[in-house]
């Protein structure tokens, strides 16, 4: 059974940081792409940030240089470390891991930026 379950979300001020959490279990983690998604109400689904295996990394442009990606493979963990958070950061948060036609997402933690 594929699990993914995020943690570290919460409500923060305008600049502060948040880190994300991704545990994943039932794949081999090292062979996965892992990826955190957002969704704001009213919005689509955006990819936010990627790793692949190698540690490549792809960033979405309004994230870049102030959120970073990486990945554990000792705990099977993916990381998003957010800094300088804006209120358009606002959103659910999901953890994905792709590996060819295998996709699973997690169930999603929520991400309030707002004074």
């Known amino acids: 059974q594929v699990q993914l379950v995020e943690s570290g979300g919460g409500l923060v001020q305008p600049g502060g940081s948040l880190r994300l959490s991704c545990a994943a279990s039932g794949i081999m983690f090292r062979l996965y792409v892992m990826g955190w998604y957002r969704q704001a109400p009213g919005k689509q689904r955006e990819l936010v940030a990627r790793?692949?295996?190698?540690?490549?990394?792809y960033y979405l442009d309004s994230v870049t240089g102030r959120f970073t990606i990486s990945r554990d493979g000792a705990k099977n963990t993916v990381f998003l470390q957010m800094n300088i958070l804006k209120p358009e950061d606002t959103a659910v948060y999901y953890c994905?891991?792709?590996?060819?036609?295998?996709?699973?997402w997690g169930q999603g933690t929520q991400v309030t930026v707002s004074s």
């Open positions: 994905n891991a792709h590996l060819g036609r295998s996709e699973y």
């Open positions: 790793i692949a295996p190698d540690g490549t990394t």
